[in-house]
């Protein structure tokens, strides 16, 4: 039987009590295609089955996506709305108790308005997320701005896909996190994968990565460590963290050193080269291999893979953009594609591995601090003007760009923030400098969280809102390839929790701004009034229709109206959105980590993500499998300096920066470089890794350098624990 009719008749083999709904996972960019189980005398949700017909995973799915059902009907979901009573308590757990929710919104209502009563409109904040939908992102975005009327919106992308959105901005005029569809990526002949641990990261896209191989194609991997994907390259290319500038431009030296320039794609589509070519000449492979530590017959060999592949495609993730030049990063591997002219069909191009659900979408639609639905600009008195027509306000009333993420805790330490709307995020784990983060929040007048768990961050809070998991809801959300897609709803809300953009209308008719919410009854509401506002931006998703997004496995966009199928491969007609219709190739001078190693802090630290986990961990971490698998955080040690220090496996350590400092159990492992230990960044309290990261700022994207500060460790008297 052919394997398609297979799977469709084991489909069809159903208990009588249970039915199944088709949506997607809940975590990273993949967004796997997955069947939720459900059982129709409960209506609950009981289970999980893969997909097949679903062309990006097709029935491959992770240790977290095959859980991720569990967290719906978890025993720590918040039920009620929760408001503190005991502000000597703020900051832990403890000290709430269970409230009403005309009781909760008159709270935040009166107090909110105070705030800005006396302070005025911008002393109110939102911080949110990008595993929401996109409607909910949107309709975020709207409410920071229309209800609390406020310049003070920023998101947890910020420390997640800002430069890659920056670089790709910088280099094509718009930021689409992959130039092709990921059905493209096994069908070419050279991957060059930088920063990204894919097969932890995004596993279910490693039969791609090894279907190249096995055709005869070849892999390059750039990473300081030998990951599961770096083991299998045919080039590891095995940098200090915060060096992949110097590679690039290295790479890129050779590659047009030795021919492999494609002059007529460079002079018909492309600016910059010249200037560009210029700059690389001094990254010669032994000045390169001095700054990155690679030797100069991997850096030669993989520019040589590279150069001569008839397709390739570029392809990184977190490990290069979480630096204080992420962006620079950015441009500097998408120089690579634009040199060879490897950019602008099939099989050809650049991709992210995107972090989060919907970190696409999440970034396109107003919740970043400058930006408005459609990837508009708040700087743009004519991009102001269109989405005013959509909201019912004068472009007098939108406000002005806000600050970066990081940049909002500076303002609430100032005390120029007071409030926080804090929805769909951690900080308190996930930010840098957590120290500093910490103390930000605290020390805030009035917060209100919207969470479905307690979460770190929570605990600062003095209200608490219950809202649904992604399966008790309905909407549209952007994986990595661009391709919109649509999660459906197989649950009713659990005890009296909301969803996001139903808890926003309602508190927007408490702090009397009702008249541009109440028209909004239901997700497919503001869907449709989402579509109308992206209509006409760069990021337009006016066509991509529930019913189309369900008839064509997804929509790519652009898609400008109904009869758009979309836009799967970016530049097929060469045209890049400058105002010139070219890219830029850009010229970028090499800046080292904003912290080097010195004699009080001689090791490198970087952190990054296990299979079993998820960002801050608010999720997976409550999941007993994937916290039987990975129940603590430790830090990688390369033997030889597990031995200068006396360091055994397995012993517990004290790690530490300028900025704070965690005790973790040792990992020994060769996979590390000597000079550089990592620690996976998924916990919190005191295991939180961004203890001791540093908030240097990335001058465009002002993404915080997350992958690369000095550190010092130091074995501690006591054995672990056995």
Not at 103 to 126: H, P, R
Not at 272 to 297: C, D, H, M, Q, W
Not at 377 to 396: M, R, S
Not at 542 to 566: H, L, M, S
Request: charged share 25%; net charge neutral; proline share 6%.
């Amino acid at each position: 039987m052919p394997r398609d009719k297979f799977f469709k008749e084991i489909e069809n083999v159903r208990h009588p009590n249970e039915t199944l709904v088709k949506t997607h996972c809940s975590y990273c960019g993949m967004q796997c295609g997955m069947n939720l189980r459900v059982d129709t005398r409960t209506n609950k949700i009981i289970g999980v089955e893969p997909r097949y017909d679903w062309p990006v995973n097709v029935g491959k799915m992770c240790p977290k996506g095959v859980t991720a059902y569990q967290q719906t009907n978890h025993p720590d979901r918040i039920l009620k709305p929760l408001i503190r009573d005991d502000a000597s308590l703020k900051g832990t757990k403890e000290g709430f108790r269970e409230a009403s929710w005309d009781e909760a919104y008159d709270l935040i209502a009166k107090k909110f308005i105070e705030l800005q009563e006396k302070y005025g409109k911008d002393t109110l904040s939102v911080f949110s997320g990008v595993s929401m939908t996109n409607e909910k992102c949107y309709l975020t975005g709207k409410f920071a701005r229309v209800a609390l009327q406020t310049r003070y919106i920023d998101y947890n992308g910020r420390f997640c896909m800002s430069s890659a959105a920056g670089g790709f901005l910088r280099s094509f005029g718009v930021d689409r996190g992959s130039t092709l569809p990921w059905t493209d990526i096994h069908e070419s002949d050279c991957l060059f994968i930088a920063g990204s641990n894919t097969a932890e990261c995004h596993p279910t896209s490693m039969f791609r990565v090894w279907n190249v191989q096995e055709r005869g194609g070849y892999l390059i991997v750039a990473d300081p460590r030998e990951t599961p994907v770096a083991r299998r390259a045919d080039v590891h290319l095995d940098l200090r963290p915060g060096t992949d500038l110097a590679l690039a431009n290295g790479i890129l030296n050779l590659l047009i050193q030795n021919g492999y320039a494609d002059e007529a794609f460079v002079n018909n589509h492309t600016n910059g080269f010249e200037e560009t070519k210029e700059l690389v000449k001094e990254f010669t492979p032994e000045y390169t291999s001095r700054i990155t530590g690679v030797a100069v017959e991997k850096i030669i060999r993989a520019a040589e893979i590279y150069g001569k592949a008839p397709n390739a495609v570029v392809m990184f993730a977190r490990g290069i953009e979480q630096q204080h030049k992420g962006v620079d990063n950015v441009s500097a591997y998408t120089n690579m594609a634009l040199v060879t002219g490897k950019i602008g069909r099939p099989k050809s191009g650049v991709a992210t591995f995107t972090g989060q659900g919907n970190g696409q979408g999440g970034r396109e639609h107003g919740q970043k601090s400058d930006l408005l639905p459609g990837y508009r600009k708040l700087t743009n008195p004519k991009h102001v003007e269109e989405v005013c027509k959509v909201w019912g306000i004068t472009p007098e009333e939108m406000p002005q760009p806000g600050v970066s993420a990081y940049e909002m805790f500076e303002l609430m330490e100032q005390k120029t923030i007071r409030g926080l709307y804090l929805l769909c995020s951690n900080p308190a784990v996930s930010a840098p400098n957590l120290n500093f983060v910490r103390k930000a929040l605290k020390g805030l007048d009035f917060m209100v969280c919207a969470d479905f768990y307690l979460s770190e961050s929570a605990e600062f809070a003095d209200v608490i809102l219950p809202t649904v998991t992604w399966s008790e809801d309905e909407g549209t959300v952007t994986n990595l390839e661009g391709r919109i897609i649509k999660i459906n709803k197989a649950q009713e809300p659990l005890g009296e929790s909301k969803p996001d953009w139903q808890i926003q209308v309602e508190l927007s008719e408490r702090l009397g701004r009702g008249k541009y919410f109440s028209h909004l009854k239901t997700a497919r509401d503001v869907a449709d009034e989402f579509r109308l506002a992206s209509k006409g931006g760069y990021a337009d998703y006016y066509g991509a229709t529930w019913d189309k997004i369900d008839k064509q496995d997804g929509v790519f966009w652009p898609c400008r109206d109904e009869n758009d199928p979309g836009t799967p491969h970016m530049f097929l007609d060469k045209k890049f959105y400058h105002p010139d219709g070219k890219a830029k190739i850009c010229a970028l001078p090499y800046r080292p980590p904003a912290e080097e190693p010195d004699a009080d802090y001689p090791l490198r630290l970087t952190t990054g993500r296990v299979v079993f986990h998820y960002l801050s961990g608010n999720q997976t971490r409550r999941i007993q499998f994937l916290r039987d698998m990975c129940p603590e955080p430790y830090v990688e040690v390369h033997p030889e300096t597990a031995a200068k220090y006396k360091i055994e496996h397995e012993e517990y350590v004290r790690l530490f920066t300028r900025r704070g400092e965690a005790e973790y159990k040792v990992k020994i492992t060769e996979a590390i470089r000597k000079d550089t230990v990592f620690v996976p960044y998924h916990f919190g309290h005191d295991k939180s890794i961004n203890l001791l990261t540093i908030a240097a700022l990335d001058p465009m994207s002002r993404m915080p350098e997350f992958k690369a500060c000095a550190a010092q460790i130091e074995k501690l008297a006591r054995k672990a624990v056995q």
